[in-house]
């Protein structure tokens, strides 16, 4: 939910729905803790891998204490997972389907691997029919509307859950146009819930559809990012809720936007990520100088991120625009210098009296002291 009505949904021209401020906002402050209405597994049917987390709140297994499914080859973190799942997101009805899709997987041959995953989806999601009607709407009223590869994917997969996975006959009715209006409703707004960072790149454990969050849109040069402790949360805490913090300050009425992937991606590789994945292209600030840049100057940007840091700070501070690279000054405070990471920093959550000086990568989970002449590592710890 959002903090304290800190947000509010608005009309955002030529963007669509989107979430601004209702007051001026600090660096570090969390303006939105979301929990999911349905998780789903990243990893393709009979992957090993899939083993090393609870299939239902995707923590990591100690081998010591996981529990098998008694009806399948699924694995929970403890007996309370294992007991709110049955009820929930391995009812029955998932049990059974996946079941019989793990058996079935030569279905998938001369198909993308993503079609696996889109089943788990659907599977997850018509699940969420029968267990929770009003979370059901509650995805229905996403953004997204079908593609044209939506509809490929549609039929094939209509087609496939009919034969071995068809809901039951309680559960919103069955139809080749409803599972087209829900892949593109998981394609726009699914968010990914990370694997553990490692020191390379890292790949997705589980998606989740958020509610609140699906509202943010993008930004290159976001205000804000979003922080999951999938692993380390409280045993009291919901641990697959994912957290938005404030990078830096911002005025009431300032839309709140969030980097839909890695900010250090050049201007054609942002651009075709959005096409492809979301349907539309960028023209935000940083878009809009890096569009007339030569591949020249593309490259000036890669090497921009990389100078030291005095130097990135005298490209950022020239006010009299004569900097190659205008963005320097957000990638040297904001964003992380780990290793293969990327990722961004925000501060940590302000106190009632000061702002934090420890800023945290959403990535890697570094902590840094932001200080006046540098910034000194705390912690690698994640």
Known sequence: MAAEGLLSVAEIDGRGRGLVSTQ????????????PILLYSAFPLQNPSSSSYCHHCFRTLQSSSSINCSSCS???CSATCLSSATSSSHSPYVCQSLTRLCNSSHFFLNHPLERQLQSRFLIAAYNLSLVSPSKFQTLLSFQGIPSANDASAAEFLHSLISSLCLPPPNSIPFSLELTAALLA?????AFGLMEPFNGGQRSVRAYGLYPKASLFN???LPNACRFDYVDTAMEN????DIIVRMIHDVPQGREICLS????????????KRLIEDYGFACDCDRCKVEANWSDNENEKEEEAMEEDEDEEMAGAENENGENDFPHAYFFMRYM???VNCWGTLAPLPPSDVSPSTVMECNVCGKLKNDVVG???????DG
């Open 218 to 220: 993008h930004d290159c």
């Open 374 to 380: 540098g910034e000194d590592t705390l912690s690698m």
């Open 185 to 189: 409703k998981d394609r726009l707004n």
């Open 74 to 76: 699924a694995l929970f």
């Open 260 to 271: 839909y992937f890695p900010v250090n991606f050049d201007y054609a590789t942002r651009q």
């Open 24 to 35: 001026p906002l600090k660096a570090g402050q969390v303006v939105l803790r979301d929990s």
């Open 237 to 240: 805490e919901n641990n697959a």
């Open 336 to 338: 992380c210098d780990g």
